[in-house]
């Protein structure tokens, strides 16, 4: 299994913001006729996207901000006693013009985004993190939450309620509520300083990927990649205004899916180096010093807050708790998977050698490589089973039909929704029952104003207390074919979507009073546990018969094919968790950097950090370099990388349990869906993996489906 992709981009507590400053004269434009200025018509509250224009976003922002600073004020200035209603409850139900304009924000600028859009990020990145600041940090409100929390025991509340409480205390004292009022101005500061930083990385990253592309002159220099790749590459360029050239576009990843079919090794290379340097060309869209400035005034705010490093801060709410179980997990790792991508290298430079050619073994060819070493210990050819892995089908009859069968749903596609682009398409999602569970947004091919990777966000989120259902989304980036030609997925991208679909059910499967901790509002390290549990099923034998069919013949795929797939389900799996780990280290070695560090060199540091945990391996680079790893810079997994692991081993330690008590089953879906999907942040989640689970979670199941033990 591979690496997974970031899933769920960053939206900070929206709920949470106040502000603190005068506001802008944009307010003045304010309008009823503006699409936030009320609920949504259109079902379940979803966004009406044929309504909004780039311009209505400011005055939709400055004014939601206004009038949740006086729902924040008149909490703090209430004279009654705190109670949970008048304070807790109260927060909660603030916000919601703010609301409702940021979750269209957040979707228009992370796949679907213009000029316009990212200059209004960036203008108003600094004042949602001082919206956020003013009321975490106003000492008024925080005596209120504290008066609540030390007496919670005698409120005679919901389990739920008492958690809300619990994680509202929690989530104060994290951002600095009893610090002096000089050192909460210093944190202010710095805060704002992090935000407008962390988006001017993103669009910068951005600008870097679309101009990074590789331009090719020659198709022969193409050579091994199939005809619907080339005509793709050959419609991109055109698109880019390179008609006649051939055109790749960069993924957000290291390695690029086109080096595993690239038989000209020059061609190979460019592709590597456009991607490894594509923010490190020394000019408009080189990262290093953004990064290395973010790096250093994340150390400034741990020492500001009392701790000793960046990490040791953030991991207070999260499973792992702290640096050094972080470490102590990734040490577990390390050994076992690096033994085995030196094994694997090995085993490729003798292909190599038999083909008898003298070069060594290079990042770049690794892919390639690999490749045919699969062929020839697996027989098994990528393009070979393509042509099984037709996107709809994978969608409606793999995606859609293992949900079904774990947890009773079914979908019926809507087309009277208004979508944000034109590949975007929309299902409504029913309980067994027929009752109305949720919409899903999916958007699944690749373009030049969407950002890298996967991930699943809310439209709505689903909340009791507003009497919301969920409307959630998935995004990817896989190729789009040319025109008339089907969209054939490697099995990667299959597994990807069904890691973002697990996303999906967790938030559709949310079952919670209020919206702070409903569906996936939970621990980085708990997260992408549902999302990678899901992506067993792509696999499993009833679900990837029901979709794997040839998309000419509507041929079943051969079984020798599925056991070929099987087998070769551990292969490369050295090289594939090393680079992964690597990432990790690197996040957690920027992340605990101590106060007072000077700016870094971002490649000296890289080098350096990676050697001494033994993961500074030339033919094995990370999966982000420091410079275009936008899940710590700017998505909210700064020193949290390292839990796509964790959550792993508890993905594999729960597929154990269904395969120990008959697999994919109706009451087995509907236990994990009780237990774990529908929970939300309702309590600790050590306590509620293990009732689940019946006991902690082990390590062996990880290294075994890995293939490392």
Not at 102 to 127: C, M, R, W
Not at 176 to 204: C, I, M, Q, R, V
Not at 227 to 249: Q, R, T, V
Request: with cysteine.
């Amino acid at each position: 299994m591979n690496t997974k992709h970031f899933s769920i981009p960053v939206i900070f507590s929206i709920l949470l913001m106040a502000c603190n400053h005068t506001p802008s004269k944009t307010a003045d434009t304010f309008s009823a006729d503006n699409p936030f200025a009320a609920e949504s018509t259109l079902p379940y509250q979803t966004i009406d996207f044929s309504k909004i224009k780039n311009s209505d976003f400011p005055p939709a922002f400055t004014e939601g901000m206004r009038q949740q600073l006086e729902e924040i004020n008149k909490i703090v200035e209430n004279k009654e006693a705190p109670t949970f209603e008048n304070t807790i409850v109260a927060m909660e139900k603030s916000g919601q013009l703010l609301q409702r304009a940021y979750h269209a924000f957040g979707v228009l600028t992370s796949a679907n985004t213009n000029d316009t859009l990212q200059k209004i990020d960036e203008e108003f990145s600094p004042k949602f993190a001082a919206h956020e600041d003013a009321i975490h940090l106003n000492s008024g409100l925080f005596s209120r939450v504290e008066s609540i929390y030390n007496n919670r025991a005698n409120l005679n509340l919901d389990p739920e309620s008492l958690h809300l409480i619990e994680y509202y205390y929690q989530q104060f004292l994290i951002a600095g509520a009893k610090l002096s009022d000089a050192d909460k101005e210093k944190l202010k500061k710095l805060n704002e300083e992090d935000a407008s930083l962390s988006t001017k990385f993103s669009n910068t990253l951005l600008s870097a990927a679309n101009a990074g592309a590789l331009i090719v002159d020659n198709v022969a220099d193409l050579d091994g990649l199939s005809d619907n790749e080339i005509a793709a590459a050959a419609s991109d360029a055109k698109a880019s205004g390179k008609d006649g050239k051939w055109k790749i576009a960069l993924q957000n990843t290291t390695q690029q899916p086109a080096l595993s079919s690239l038989k000209n090794r020059e061609t190979r290379a460019k592709l590597f180096d456009a991607s490894w340097n594509r923010a490190e060309r020394g000019d408009s869209n080189d990262t290093r010093k953004l990064i290395t400035r973010l790096a250093q005034l994340r150390t400034e705010k741990a020492k500001l807050l009392g701790f000793p490093n960046y990490a040791a801060w953030k991991l207070q709410d999260q499973m792992a708790k702290n640096p050094e179980n972080v470490f102590h997990f990734l040490n577990q790792l390390i050994p076992a998977s690096v033994e085995k991508a030196h094994k694997e290298a090995t085993e490729i430079q003798q292909l190599i050698k038999e083909q008898k050619d003298t070069f060594q073994l290079q990042a770049y060819d690794w892919d390639f490589y690999s490749e045919q070493v699969r062929k020839a210990k697996y027989d098994l050819d990528n393009n070979q089973i393509k042509p099984y892995f037709e996107l709809d089908s994978v969608l409606l009859n793999g995606v859609f039909y293992a949900a079904n069968q774990l947890y009773g749903i079914t979908f019926k596609e809507r087309k009277d929704l208004p979508v944000y682009q034109s590949d975007v398409r929309v299902f409504e999602v029913f309980e067994e029952n027929g009752n109305p569970l949720a919409l899903f947004y999916c958007d699944y091919f690749k373009r030049d104003n969407k950002n890298g990777g996967a991930w699943m966000d809310n439209l709505v989120t689903q909340s009791k207390l507003f009497n919301t259902k969920p409307v959630v989304y998935n995004v990817c980036n896989f190729t789009k074919p040319a025109e008339g030609q089907p969209a054939l997925l490697s099995f990667d991208d299959v597994t990807t979507m069904f890691h973002e679909f697990g996303h999906a059910l967790h938030g559709m499967f949310a079952n919670q009073q209020y919206p702070s901790i409903s569906g996936t509002s939970t621990p980085r390290d708990f997260v992408e546990f549902p999302s990678q549990f899901n992506e067993h099923w792509a696999l499993y034998p009833q679900v990837l018969k029901n979709y794997a069919k040839h998309y000419k013949t509507g041929t079943p795929i051969p079984q020798t094919l599925i056991d070929k797939i099987v087998k070769a389900g551990t292969f490369n799996q050295g090289y594939a968790f090393t680079e992964y780990l690597a990432a990790a280290a690197l996040d957690m070695n920027w992340h605990t950097l101590s106060p007072g560090s000077p700016l870094q060199d971002a490649d000296q540091f890289e080098k350096e950090s990676l050697g001494k945990m033994n993961l500074w391996i030339s033919n094995v680079p990370p999966r982000y370099r420091s410079s275009y790893f936008l899940h710590i810079w700017s998505l909210g997994y700064s020193a949290a990388y390292y839990a796509y692991s964790w959550a792993e081993m508890l993905d594999h330690d729960a597929y154990t349990w269904f395969e120990e008590n008959g697999g994919l089953t109706r009451a087995n879906g509907q236990k994990f869906r009780d237990m774990i999907l529908s929970r939300g942040n309702t309590e600790d989640f050590a306590t509620l993996y293990k009732n689940f689970r019946g006991k902690d979670p082990s390590i062996a199941p990880l290294l075994r489906f890995r293939g490392l033990k």
